[in-house]
């Protein structure tokens, strides 16, 4: 995979709770030079789509615990999609998930695909689950019609791995995220079935890869 095809299917990220206008700049500067998207946080999005017009961008739902209401959740995702959001990254509730609530939990899903007409990604946060809830997280997001299934948020314990990508592929397409920092770690999410990848580390990702 070269550094043109690769830098399409990375989200350039950057989310973390210092995270200033200055950092998100920075971001997408990288983003537009290399053809990456970029993935920020909400606060920044009318300001980065007016900074970075051509950039896909990229904002979080619910971050980083997925705990808020489910209308909290909507209305958040309808501000950032009329603020220039071109995709959302949602959690899911994962205690309501760990409670046997999957009802609810698609339901939480469902109203957030149906609130806007741009692709919602379900962070299931792998590190806290089981197999047997990785599975159930993944049959909520299919049957809520949400575009991708996402892997971590980065903020717990754990990120990516190859066995978790390869089960979330049987039911959509997968954002690996959490802890892909090179071009190899890369390399082996998208063998095992991942679309996507979000990494703070998209240059050195981009670059690692071969140009031709």
């Known amino acids: 995979m070269n550094?043109?095809?690769?830098?399409?299917?990375?989200?350039?990220?950057?989310?973390?709770?210092?995270?200033t206008m200055a950092d998100v700049e920075t971001v997408l500067d990288e983003a537009d030079e290399w053809g990456m998207n970029a993935c920020i946080p909400p606060c920044f999005v009318e300001e980065a789509s007016e900074?970075?017009?051509?950039?896909?961008l990229a904002t979080v739902i619910g971050f980083p615990h997925g705990q808020n209401t489910t209308?909290?959740?909507?209305?958040?995702?309808?501000?950032?999609?009329r603020a220039?959001?071109?995709e959302?990254?949602?959690?899911?509730?994962?205690?309501?998930?760990?409670?046997?609530d999957d009802e609810l939990v698609t339901e939480d899903i469902s109203e957030v695909v149906a609130a806007?007409?741009?692709p919602v990604k379900v962070i299931i946060e792998t590190a806290l689950l089981t197999e047997e809830e990785k599975h159930r997280a993944c049959e909520a997001a299919e049957e809520a019609d949400a575009a991708f299934v996402k892997t971590s948020t980065g903020f717990a314990d754990g990120g990516a791995t190859v066995e978790?990508?390869?089960l979330m592929a049987e039911y959509l397409p997968v954002k690996a995220s959490g802890g892909v920092g090179s071009y190899e770690d890369a390399l082996a999410m998208f063998e095992a079935g991942a679309e996507r990848?979000?990494?703070?580390?998209?240059?050195?990702?981009?670059s690692g890869a071969p140009e031709e």
Do not use: F
């Open 3 to 19: 550094q043109s095809d690769l830098a399409a299917r990375i989200d350039h990220t950057v989310l973390g709770p210092e995270t």
């Open 51 to 56: 900074y970075a017009p051509d950039v896909v």
């Open 71 to 81: 209308a909290a959740k909507r209305e958040e995702a309808v501000d950032a999609w």
């Open 84 to 86: 220039g959001a071109d």
């Open 88 to 100: 959302l990254d949602m959690v899911i509730n994962v205690g309501r998930l760990k409670a046997g």
């Open 116 to 118: 806007v007409p741009i």
């Open 164 to 166: 978790d990508v390869e």
């Open 197 to 206: 990848i979000g990494a703070s580390s998209g240059v050195e990702i981009v």
